[in-house]
């Protein structure tokens, strides 16, 4: 049976056509694009045609925009820790209670090790950003704030355009985490106040280990990882040219896809989350329902627990991921749904459901076919389920 | 995804004992949907030979919560109270083939509840035979008895076992310094008792809270081989996380003259770098977390002044552990 693949958030399969773009910069072009020869020449082209290509996705003004990075953690911790050094007066960074462990983790060390204020503004029900939290937060001792365009759990998108309008006149940098926004929404940075913006190359269908951050002409940056020249000294170590090529062609190939992939992969989305809602009781969908991503579906199943569903998915082979505690490593559900107030009986049991442009109509079929059977199985074993339209069991462990 | 054990997959995949005995004559419910795990036993004991003659159970949690409450029922069925009595979770996750070290509280669960489960059949009130001691993680309502069974019976050493066995300090660790002290404490009474060795027992203050709670955040799902196998190793070098303190001195207790002396200190090993450049720089106050120098010789208008000063701080913040802002002053 053809596997069905709907954890695209996590990540997404490189395209053929990116790997056939990358090749040749492992084998007949791998010289040093630093290099004056023509070894060197030939690929200095190829990645001043992928920092194009990357411009033309975001919507940068300039191409000389664009950094080349590692990566989406990368381009995070580059962003918020030269804004601290660019900015030495100003000792407060905002951002929200609901950021990748990119942004958070860097962001609670500042606070412990450097003394840096940290706001975390919280969001509602939904997931959407208190805006009154975040204007209140604002002020002359802040020197950058760091919002995610698209909450990778929920796909909730927040108005960064508007945020950093904000920001802009508080006189802070607005750094926004994009990782899961760039290649499923379209994206103008020249047209907002946004100074920096991170992206990661797997999440848009080109390898690991590539990705780039956005740094308007005209934001003073500092580098935080010293040695050569590369990246106009903004990002020192030679190039990961087939990478960078791989990003640039997997941006163009985004561009080509976006309308599909607000169309046609929405269109399988929704058909999913109706799907399920309909056939299985006491379910919710969490994010905002008007402002979300176009891939991204993150249903709560009440009274069980995330790993039982996706321990049973995999044997079918459908594989997806979840908020619950005992899947990432960590002891608590995810902070993402806890910041929303999602209640533990459904914050625990939340899966998410994210697709790409590699999805059809059969892999919504599968999931539609297998879950409501799961859910069930699952229900009769738990100790808090009691029927469909019925409260939930009184059960009153001893620790409760 | 978790390094589960065939047994376990085998018993999450098709638990046996699933579901509600109508026939039950001992109830033992533990856990909390705020936790992730919740898991009610159900037990038929028949009252004259004192046997369990079935059980079965409910669980809401994952896939080695349901697993642990199968094996547990496996386990008991047939046996007389005071046989299961003695069943440790120690049994529970050596008949799964081991369980993972971040999902030893389980097995902890499924003790519990046999505890519970019995204690209910005799008309006793477990938990107070239980709370014999006060609440020590509120996160996930472990108390204190809870972690000092869950020491003596697996013999853990570490801050970071407790928290596998017994979820205690897996939330926001304010509990972290009452779980090294009931640690170094039971620890003591076993080594008195040559439990285990001397030099195996937990110093207070060993562990370096912060590296642990960057742990429990970021767990990597790789098992340590020998807890698979069901036993704590204790011979295993001690992780990363149970690394004495480094030197640095805890900002908070120090006195502004210890703290000035410090810099004071920390600023003059600069030095000789700095007029090895032909520079050079002086303390000039101290006000709380700003430290005020100032620069001279050839640092005085350098354009990469403010690298040295950046430089500066962030040797200091080294040196003595504070979060300081260097400023210059003319």
């Known amino acids: ?400 | 995804m978790w390094d589960y054990s065939d047994k376990v997959k085998e018993y999450f995949f098709n638990p046996k004992n699933a579901g509600v005995l109508e026939a039950a004559n001992a109830v033992g419910e533990v856990g909390a949907i705020s936790c992730g795990d919740a898991l009610k036993l159900m037990m038929s004991i028949d009252p004259d030979t004192d046997t369990i003659t079935a059980a079965k159970f409910q669980t809401f949690g994952c896939g080695s919560a349901i697993a642990s409450s199968s094996a547990l029922t496996e386990l008991i069925t047939g046996k007389t109270l005071e046989d299961a009595l003695r069943i440790t979770n120690q049994d529970i996750a050596d008949f799964l083939g081991g369980l993972p070290p971040e999902k030893m509280h389980c097995s902890v669960m499924g003790y519990e509840a046999l505890q519970a489960a019995i204690a209910n059949y005799r008309g006793e009130e477990w938990a107070d035979d239980h709370e014999e001691g006060a609440l020590v993680c509120k996160c996930f309502g472990v108390d204190e008895g809870m972690i000092e069974r869950a020491v003596r019976v697996n013999k853990l050493t570490t801050v970071e076992q407790v928290t596998n066995y017994t979820k205690a300090g897996g939330g926001c660790l304010t509990c972290f310094e009452t779980i090294e002290e009931v640690l170094a404490r039971v620890n003591a009474t076993m080594v008195g008792e040559s439990l285990i060795a001397a030099e195996e027992a937990y110093k207070a203050g060993s562990t370096d809270k912060y590296a642990l709670k960057i742990k429990t955040r970021a767990k990597t799902a790789v098992p340590e081989p020998a807890v698979v196998s069901g036993q704590m190793d204790r011979t295993l070098p001690p992780a990363a996380v149970q690394s004495p303190r480094p030197e640095a001195p805890a900002g908070r207790q120090m006195t502004t003259l210890k703290r000035i002396r410090l810099i004071e200190t920390a600023i003059d090993g600069m030095r000789s770098t700095l007029r090895a450049d032909g520079g050079d720089c002086e303390l000039i106050d101290v006000d709380g977390d700003h430290v005020y120098v100032k620069l001279s010789g050839a640092c005085t208008g350098c354009q990469l002044a403010s690298v040295t000063i950046n430089g500066m701080r962030q040797k200091l913040v080294e040196a003595t552990g504070l979060a300081l802002r260097v400023l210059p002053v003319s």
């Open chain 1, 1 to 400: 049976m053809r596997p069905v693949y709907l954890d695209n958030n996590a990540t997404t399969r490189v395209d053929p056509d990116v790997v056939q773009a990358m090749l040749p910069f492992f084998t007949d072009h791998f010289g040093n694009p630093s290099s004056i020869h023509a070894f060197g020449a030939s690929v200095g082209a190829a990645v001043k045609t992928a920092r194009r290509q990357l411009q033309a996705l975001i919507g940068a003004e300039f191409d000389h925009e664009v950094v080349f990075t590692s990566g989406g953690t990368e381009s995070d911790n580059a962003a918020i820790l030269s804004a601290l050094e660019v900015m030495p007066d100003r000792t407060e960074i905002v951002t929200s209670a609901v950021e990748h462990p990119a942004v958070l983790s860097l962001c609670a060390d500042l606070e412990k090790r450097r003394g840096i204020t940290v706001h975390r503004i919280p969001v509602d029900r939904h997931g959407r950003l208190d805006l009154e939290a975040y204007r209140a937060a604002l002020s002359s001792r802040v020197a950058i704030v760091s919002i995610m365009w698209a909450n990778n759990e929920t796909g909730t998108i927040f108005p960064v355009a508007e945020l950093a309008e904000l920001a802009k006149e508080a006189g802070a940098l607005f750094h926004t985490d994009a990782v899961q926004a760039v290649g499923k929404l379209p994206i103008d940075l020249r047209s907002t106040a946004i100074d920096m913006l991170s992206l990661s190359g797997h999440k848009l269908h080109a390898p690991k280990g590539i990705g780039a951050l956005y740094v308007k002409r005209g934001v003073r940056f500092r580098s935080q990882i010293k040695g050569g020249h590369q990246e106009r000294a903004r990002r020192a170590g030679t190039e990961n040219t087939p990478g960078i090529v791989g990003l640039g062609k997997a941006a163009e190939l985004a561009m080509k896809f976006m309308d599909d992939e607000n169309t046609r992969v929405k269109t399988l989305r929704d058909r999913l989350e109706k799907g399920l809602l309909q056939a299985i009781p006491n379910a919710f969908v969490t994010g905002d329902p008007r402002e979300r991503l176009p891939n991204t579906a993150n249903i709560a199943f009440e009274y069980i627990e995330g790993e039982g569903m996706l321990l049973l998915l995999n044997r079918e082979g459908i594989a997806c991921s979840s908020g619950s505690a005992c899947t990432s490593g960590s002891l608590e559900p995810s902070h993402v749904l806890r910041a929303m107030d999602i209640p533990y009986t459904a914050a625990h049991g939340a899966i998410r459901f994210s697709f790409s442009r590699d999805n059809c109509e059969d892999d919504v079929d599968r999931v539609l076919e297998v879950m409501p059977g799961i859910v069930e199985k699952l229900r009769e074993l738990s100790p808090f389920w009691a029927g469909v339209g019925e409260a939930p069991k009184t059960f009153n462990p001893v620790y409760a």
